[in-house]
């Protein structure tokens, strides 16, 4: 039972668009949505989050919308620069033992963006 | 940089073979993660620590074990590989309170 799905195996935009990442839950216990960013033989690193009590996060050219009734969450990427192509990953967090919290990840968006 | 390391990068094993990863840390921090990846999956729990001796089971635990005998090492161990456990591995770290879990560059394993 995939809990986030990305549906977008792949996007692709032109650069200086505007890209946006969607991704959709169906647990309702979820308490923080991340997006990471992967390159090729790296880790994943973090872009942004956001608290299943708000509906928005900015942070520079990255904003997180999260719509609580529709389970959905979206990334969105303005400007879209060519450093900005890599896949990207939605994931939900929730509570567990001893204070710990599971992240559940979707499959990933591969984003290409072209000059 | 959240101080992670890991170790081996890269590993190419036999199947029935008993393999260790370990993960290191150098802020000491409370919470570890290790994670594989996987084509179609995403990133997939696979065992969590909330503290020296104290873990637990994430989503794909069967095959693997870990230990925590000090803060700053959390190791997993695949107690036979077995071909499905061909995969990318991933530890991370998360500091309260903060939500957010940081994560090591990676292993790569080759289970043949």
């Known amino acids: 039972d995939q809990q986030v799905k990305q549906n977008s195996p792949s996007l692709s935009v032109q650069e200086g668009r505007i890209s946006i990442l969607n991704c959709d839950y169906t647990n309702s216990m979820f308490d923080y949505f991340l997006w990471y960013k992967k390159y090729p033989a790296e880790g994943p690193t973090f872009l942004i989050s956001i608290s299943s009590i708000k509906d928005k996060n900015e942070d520079g050219r990255f904003t997180v919308f999260l719509n609580k009734s529709a389970k959905h969450l979206s990334l969105h990427i303005v400007p879209s620069q060519p450093g900005d192509s890599a896949v990207y990953f939605c994931?939900?967090?929730?509570?567990?033992?001893?204070?710990?919290?599971?992240?559940?990840f979707g499959q990933g968006t591969r984003l290409t963006i072209n000059p | 940089d959240a101080g992670i390391t890991q170790s081996p990068r890269h590993k190419v094993t036999e199947t029935g073979t008993p393999v260790t990863l370990r993960c290191h840390q150098t802020e000491n921090h409370r919470y570890m993660y290790w994670y594989r990846q996987d084509p179609g999956h995403g990133l997939r729990l696979i065992h969590y620590?909330?503290?020296?001796?104290?873990?637990d089971k994430g989503e794909v635990s069967d095959g693997y074990s870990v230990s925590r005998s000090k803060t700053e090492d959390f190791l997993l161990t695949l107690e036979s590989a077995t071909s499905s456990q061909t995969s990318v591995y991933f530890c991370a770290i998360r500091n309260p309170p903060g939500e957010t879990q940081y994560f090591g560059p990676g292993t790569r394993l080759l289970v043949l």
């Open positions: 620590s909330y503290g020296v001796k104290d873990t």
């Open positions: 994931a939900a967090s929730f509570a567990v033992r001893g204070g710990a919290q599971k992240l559940v």
